[in-house]
């Protein structure tokens, strides 16, 4: 038996029926401003229940259950998205859920999932020390883990958003897809490809998790040592075995955005469409907006996997992506300290049409000459060509521009 043999399109038409009655319709929007080259749509599962595209393969694989295993109930380890799918689907189907989370878990997503119904063990340690316990509470209570990617019926119900992208848009293109664990990815790809097999489907990470994409590339499964990205959501360590197995069959490639095109995206996400992404769900538009694939006059769907952003975090988020797309930058100049200094600087950069934000006059920084100070001045401009402008018409008018290599 092959590792996905379990996996069949009959399990994707069911699940699609099942979760009828739990999920909420994303149809497709049109997204011009992401790719003047492409005919871009967005599949907005950040609009889905719990913000997510999670609950549908939660749902579906614990509407498999046999009653005897309904009776028992389900366990899951997870600090985000994965969770309130599983608490939701509990409810649903009115069966005991118990999340195990690590005890630094953000107390809004500890909260969000205890909302749905969910029993919470906060575990002490980081996730390794939760999973660790939840599958120990598995053995002892005999209940049923539900495995965040690695499982033929979540990814079965992670497989009707292909679906629902064919009905749609039928003659849909390229469809790019956030990958953690890869269960939305290859269950994405191998129901569009069971029906349209010349569909491209492209899995997308971020540059500081590429658990899929490195694995892909040595054809074996690899292990990161460690992940830091914004896209938490995706920030997986190793991808199944089934979903690595998946992947490797059904996706025609899997490509990396850094955390700034991240950001740009989030931004764009903000501003454009009135959305709200997450980092995982915005990396198949950051693939788009920089062109991470080949996109020219192609249709191509971009799978916005969650919209469960911490507003905490979301100020540094909007902050990093203006930088990215040319609209907020800090210049470090070195200037004489005598007066009219100031005024000249924010008179140059006044009329290019550039908005000064913030100024720091620093003069405790030790320079070469003891006469000379740091100016830190916090600009908005309208993108980098803009940006760019506003550097060289300071540094013709004398004004040295420090960078991060300067040492002073």
């Known amino acids: 038996m ?66 005897k295993e309904r009776a028992k109930g389900v366990i899951a380890c997870s600090a985000g998205n994965h969770a309130q799918g599983v608490a939701l689907a509990a409810r649903k189907y009115g069966i005991r859920s118990i999340i195990c989370l690590p005890e630094g878990a953000p107390i809004s997503k500890v909260e969000a999932t205890r909302s749905y119904g969910a029993e919470i063990c906060l575990v002490p340690g980081v996730y ?9 509470l598995k053995e002892e209570q005999g209940m049923t883990f539900v495995h965040p990617f690695d499982d033929p019926l979540v990814i079965a119900g992670q497989g009707t958003i292909g679906l629902e992208i064919l ?96 950001c740009a995206a989030i931004l764009h996400l903000l501003e454009k469409h009135k959305t709200i992404a997450e980092g995982a769900g915005a990396v198949s538009i950051a693939a788009a907006m920089f062109q991470k694939v080949p996109l020219k006059g192609k249709r191509v769907v971009c799978i916005v ?59 405790n920084v030790t320079t070469r000459n003891i006469s000379d100070l740091v100016l830190r001045v916090t600009i908005e401009t309208r993108n980098l060509e803009h940006m760019e402008n506003v550097r060289q018409t300071l540094k013709s008018h004398g004004f040295y521009l420090m960078d991060n290599t300067d040492i002073i």
Request: charged share 20%; net charge negative.
């Open 2 to 67: 092959t590792p996905h043999a379990s996996l069949t399109m009959e399990h994707v038409r069911r699940a699609s029926v099942e979760l009828a009655s739990v999920i909420r319709p994303t149809p497709l929007v049109e997204a011009p401003s992401f790719c003047q080259d492409a005919q871009i749509y967005i599949k907005p599962e950040n609009l889905q229940v719990t913000g997510s595209f999670k609950v549908r393969g939660a749902s579906y694989m614990i509407s498999q259950l046999t009653e």
């Open 128 to 136: 390794d020390d939760a999973y660790n316990h939840a599958l120990q």
């Open 167 to 262: 009905e749609d848009l039928e003659d849909t293109d390229i469809i790019l897809c956030p990958v953690g664990g890869g269960g939305l990815a290859c269950g994405v790809a191998y129901a569009v490809k069971q029906i349209r097999p010349q569909i491209k489907v492209y899995g997308i990470q971020a540059e500081g998790a590429p658990s899929m994409a490195d694995s892909l590339r040595e054809n074996r499964i690899l292990r990161l040592d460690s992940v830091n990205t914004v896209a938490d959501g995706i920030a997986v360590k190793q991808p199944g075995e089934l979903t690595f197995e998946l992947c490797r069959q059904y996706l025609d490639g899997v490509v990396t955005v850094s955390e700034d095109e991240i």
């Open 305 to 363: 996997s969650g919209g469960n952003v911490d507003v905490n975090f979301l100020n540094r988020i909007i902050n990093r992506g203006l930088e990215k797309s040319g609209r907020k930058c800090t210049l470090s100049i070195l200037v004489v300290d005598k007066p009219g200094q100031l005024q000249l600087v924010s008179e140059l950069i006044a009329g290019l049409g550039a908005n000064v934000t913030a100024v720091l006059h620093d003069r």
